[in-house]
């Protein structure tokens, strides 16, 4: 039975790096072309600073994108990550600020949390059926709940020593600027392209990403062959609940604070920008790079229409577009495949 | 048909147990929300008595301090003049409909008055119309309501102080220039207001300065890049107005990461303790504060003063100050801002 699997795996691989790496070219080419109008329609546009200014707006956003493609490639679904990441925000925020614990401290706690929250939905959506969509509904009611009773419904703020490792520094200081000096990267950005290729090593290096595709593609097949599907799915519930601890420190890291009130719509950027990356919400297919520059599209995006001072009104309303230009081209591209 | 009755009864079952937890829910919310305990202490005594008067509050939202300085001036009329108030609103300030559920559900608890800050000037106008007709009187404060029903509004004149800061803008920046505006939303009455009042302000004052942009965001996450997009593509920029304590963060914020510190007159509305140690590190060139504390406290007065049938005046103005690093630890600043 394992045989077949595998056999049956290594047939099918070469062809599904072949069609990802076929969607991602295309995503990458309307990236491009996208600078390429921006730049045109603004002279402001290209330059340092607002590359810089338009990575790191993708970062929170982006890292919660990373996470929601594991569960999404499962054809499972997490709407919990936008409130889950406020609360591990909070809980870091709790632990440094009301409790005094070192900021090591806080980031565990907060990793805890959003790893607590993800295993929550994985065990609801694995071994107690409910549906994917229900599951992390409900978690993410309860954590946004959670958020507001602990923070006692106002913003925790951190320390900012005048000396010494401030929390801020996670996202704002510039390690790279430190080794090579005159690039002023902030952290932010370097914490989300290494999460990026961690979450690339996983999904197509290692057993947890060889299962999840194989979960996604065909449920039944991959638990009739004797994997437990149980397990591999409650472990890629917690691993999109610990990338979103992480978009929720870097998150407050940002705002020097855990604002208990935001993160609900941020869970629906970061499916739009999954979705635009060309993972598939049917599951069995996507990819980590293409959820990157699935983030990077939709910053490009509302960073060039405010440039270009676009009213916000529309911009909302062209981001909507190219989620259906993005979701389309690909439907047609599968079809041409198959 | 075993089956079918087996999933019926479990459903029933599970039905009842749902039943029982939002009961319980409610119960237990109506009991220890300890926003209520406060105000319910000292009319506990009179609990039993009919005349008790009960006035719901429905704020806007938890997401600004700004709030809870509002319910502990309702909380002290409150306890001054023996009512009972519950204090509640949505989670953001985006939930016109959470919100309207709020004030239905609080007239049907029968109250004695209601105080209300409307999220959308028109849209609860028929609730309102509803408690007009069961003798409520409604007390809207904070943001007026575009109808006569409430009995007085207690507010800031939102426009006044939007103008108040837009002066301010003009001296900072000496009388000419662009500037920007990041207002917190396009659709209550105080970012309307506030977004009118500054631009009607420098257009009819300062013909030599030119709003160059106005984006709308009260989130400071979004703000801040709103506020770096604005920067980058107006490198001539002056300075800029955030209207609200997320979009004064926001403001603070993009204009930091931007590395425009001192080159951007920066001015914010409100307080919150971002927004103070902004203005006392100099990020922010000053601000502008309501008097949170007296819409608070006028709003149950004034409820109670209505509920009594005494005459209330239809509009109650509660002030603002201008606030900067010279006065921001005087006492009478002081008594008003927030953290």
Not at chain 1, 5 to 22: E, G
Not at chain 2, 1 to 11: D, I, N, Q, R
Not at chain 2, 145 to 160: E, G, H, L, W
Not at chain 2, 267 to 296: C, H, M, W, Y
């Amino acid at each position: 039975m394992n045989k077949t699997l595998v056999t049956h795996k290594s047939n099918r691989y070469p062809a599904l790096i072949k069609s990802d790496f076929l969607q991602q070219l295309l995503a990458f080419g309307s990236l491009i072309v996208l600078v390429l109008v921006f730049s045109l329609a603004s002279d402001n546009f290209f330059q340092f600073s607002n590359i810089v200014g338009i990575l790191l707006s993708t970062a929170v956003v982006g890292v919660l994108a990373l996470g929601a493609t594991f569960v999404i490639i499962t054809g499972g679904i997490d709407l919990s990550v936008g409130t889950v990441m406020t609360l591990t925000a909070v809980m870091t925020g709790v632990s440094i600020t009301y409790w005094g614990w070192p900021i090591w401290a806080g980031l565990l706690v907060g990793i805890s949390t959003g790893a607590l929250c993800g295993f929550v939905s994985g065990v609801a959506v694995a071994k107690m059926k409910i549906p994917p969509f229900i599951a992390t509904l409900a978690v993410m009611m309860i954590a946004k709940g959670l958020a507001l009773v602990i923070s006692g419904t106002r913003p925790v703020y951190f320390p900012s020593p005048d000396k010494g490792f401030r929390f801020s520094d996670i996202s704002l200081d510039s390690l790279f600027n430190k080794i090579i000096p005159g690039f002023k990267i902030p952290n932010a950005v370097v914490i989300f392209f290494a999460v990026a290729i961690i979450g690339s090593i996983i999904l197509s290096r290692t057993i947890i990403g060889r299962y999840n595709f194989a979960i996604g593609s065909n449920e039944e097949a991959t638990r009739l062959s004797g994997v437990n599907v149980n397990y591999w799915k409650i472990l890629i519930y917690t691993i999109t609940g610990i990338f979103t601890a992480i978009a929720g420190i870097l998150i407050a890291s940002r705002l020097n604070s855990a604002q208990p009130a935001l993160g609900m719509g941020y869970e629906l950027e970061a499916i739009a920008a999954v979705v635009i990356g060309g993972t598939s919400l049917s599951g069995g297919k996507g990819s980590i790079l293409g959820t990157v520059i699935g983030a990077l599209i939709m910053s490009v995006l509302t960073n060039g229409l405010r440039i270009m001072s676009v009213p916000q009104e529309w911009q909302t309303v062209v981001v909507g577009f190219v989620i259906f230009l993005a979701v389309y081209m690909d439907i047609i591209r599968r079809k041409k495949a198959s | 048909m075993k089956k079918s009755h087996k999933g019926l009864s479990v459903a029933t079952l599970l039905l009842a147990g749902i039943m029982t937890v939002t009961a319980c829910g409610k119960n237990s919310n109506e009991n220890t929300s300890p926003s209520q305990e406060a105000s319910k202490a000292p009319a506990a005594s009179k609990a039993a008595v009919s005349e008790t008067m009960y006035i719901p509050i429905i704020c806007k939202g938890f997401q600004h301090q700004f709030w809870q300085a509002v319910k502990i001036g309702a909380e002290k009329a409150a306890a001054e003049f023996g009512a009972e108030i519950s204090f509640e609103g949505p989670e953001t300030e985006e939930q016109v409909d959470k919100q309207l559920e709020m004030l239905q559900v609080a007239l049907g608890k029968k109250p004695s008055a209601i105080g209300f800050a409307a999220l959308d000037s028109k849209a609860s106008i028929p609730l309102l119309q509803q408690a007009k007709d069961s003798n409520i009187p409604i007390i809207a404060f904070d943001s007026g309501v575009d109808s006569d029903i409430p009995v007085t509004t207690a507010s800031t004149d939102n426009k006044k102080a939007a103008a108040l800061a837009a002066d301010k803008m003009a001296e900072l920046i000496g009388g000419k220039g662009e500037i920007a505006m990041v207002v917190h939303d396009q659709t209550s009455r105080t970012g309307v207001d506030r977004r009118d009042g500054f631009k009607e302000q420098i257009e009819s004052k300062y013909p030599d300065i030119k709003i160059v942009d106005l984006q709308y965001s009260g989130d400071p996450l979004k703000a801040t890049d709103i506020t770096k997009a604005i920067l980058q593509a107006h490198p001539t920029l002056k300075g800029i107005f955030g209207s609200n304590e997320g979009a004064a963060i926001g403001v603070v914020n993009g204009v930091k990461e931007a590395n425009m510190v001192g080159k951007i007159t920066a001015i914010g509305f409100d307080s919150g303790k971002a927004q103070l140690d902004a203005v006392r590190e100099g990020l922010l060139a000053g601000s502008i504060t309501q008097n949170p504390i007296g819409i608070g406290y006028e709003t149950v007065k004034a409820a109670v003063a209505a509920i009594k049938g005494e005459p209330v005046e239809k509009n109650v103005d509660t002030g603002f100050y201008w606030y900067d690093k010279n006065n921001i630890d005087d006492a009478e600043i002081k008594a008003v801002l927030y953290e």
